[in-house]
């Protein structure tokens, strides 16, 4: 079983940055991505960002040249870094973990930019 916790967001000017941590705990073993999503009020749940233990990643288009992904996989940990953020990346942003075909959530953190 895999456990998925979230650390950061908060509140931020437009411009600003901030950044988003996610580590993966339990049974966490051989090639596995993680990643976030994220979800505004009336709208569905979207791909941010998502990267592989082998290196690949994949951005929104309206996150690319903002936001980077990295892993740590000595950590089972990902990071979010968001730069230039805008009042419309205002969501739940929420990690996840896909180990072995089985895809595990965070309970989600907010991310709110606002002047």
């Known amino acids: 079983q895999v456990q998925v916790v979230e650390s950061g967001g908060g509140l931020v000017q437009p411009g600003g940055s901030l950044r988003l941590s996610c580590v993966a705990s339990g049974s966490v073993f051989g090639t596995y991505s993680m990643g976030w999503y994220r979800q505004a009020p009336g709208k569905a749940r979207a791909l941010v960002a998502a990267i592989t233990t082998d290196g690949r990643t994949e951005y929104t288009p309206s996150v690319k040249g903002r936001f980077t992904i990295s892993i740590d996989i000595a950590k089972n940990t990902v990071h979010l870094q968001m730069n230039a953020l805008r009042p419309d990346d205002t969501a739940v942003y929420y990690c996840?973990?896909?180990?072995?075909?089985?895809?595990?959530w965070g309970q989600g953190t907010q991310v709110t930019v606002s002047s």
């Open positions: 996840y973990a896909a180990v072995n075909h089985v895809t595990t």
